[in-house]
């Protein structure tokens, strides 16, 4: 009985590392990119330029997109350190608040994307995701999140995907 078991419990240890060794040679080949599907919990294994050439197509798309001729992260950051401060000096915010909202060294939001394997197992499009982690406004974008939250939520009024907060603040005018 434990001979049966001892064998059984090799053939589980040798099919585990051939799989361990097939998944570190997927991960390590530099000609492979691995990525979640978009939906279904799915992985997606795709040719690397095959990826980039989709992701190069979608910012080449100048209805979504704009090639800038510098980074104005330094420009925004300006800005919004500069409202940060009327904010403190008029009380609508604390010392405390300005210190979490004011991001000293802001990371630039990546962008990647994720197969749409539900639409085309053959030929996919791509869904793009910006992750701002670190970014100049993530801090401040939760903060306003936490603000505007409660309100919404009173609210007998829904709104489709596609409107968009710019529509909603187009009629207000705010003199800071």
């Known amino acids: 009985m434990k001979l049966c078991h001892l064998h059984h419990h090799h053939r589980i240890c040798s099919f585990y590392s051939l ?4 998944v570190s040679a997927l991960i390590n080949d530099p000609t492979l990119t691995i990525q979640r599907a978009d939906k279904g919990g799915g ?3 795709m040719n690397s330029n095959t990826y980039v050439e989709k992701i190069k197509g979608m910012l ?3 209805t979504f997109y704009k090639k800038l001729v510098f980074n104005p992260t330094e420009s925004y950051k300006k800005q919004i350190d500069q409202v940060l ?3 403190l000096d008029r009380k609508w915010i604390n010392e405390q608040e300005l210190k979490y909202l004011k991001n000293e060294y802001p990371r630039i939001p ?3 994307t994720l197969p749409k394997i539900h639409k085309s197992l053959e030929d996919p499009p791509m869904r793009p995701i910006v992750s701002g982690n670190g970014s ?3 801090t401040l974008s939760k903060f306003l999140d936490s603000l505007i939250q409660p309100i919404v939520k009173k609210l007998d009024v829904w709104m489709h995907k596609n409107f968009t ?3 909603m ?3 207000y005018h705010y003199n800071i």
């Open 165 to 167: 907060v710019k529509m």
């Open 19 to 22: 799989i361990c060794f097939a």
């Open 60 to 62: 080449h798309d100048e």
């Open 169 to 171: 603040t187009a009629e």
């Open 43 to 45: 992985i997606v294994v």
């Open 136 to 138: 100049l406004t993530e």
């Open 85 to 87: 401060q009327i904010g």
């Open 110 to 112: 990546v962008l990647y």
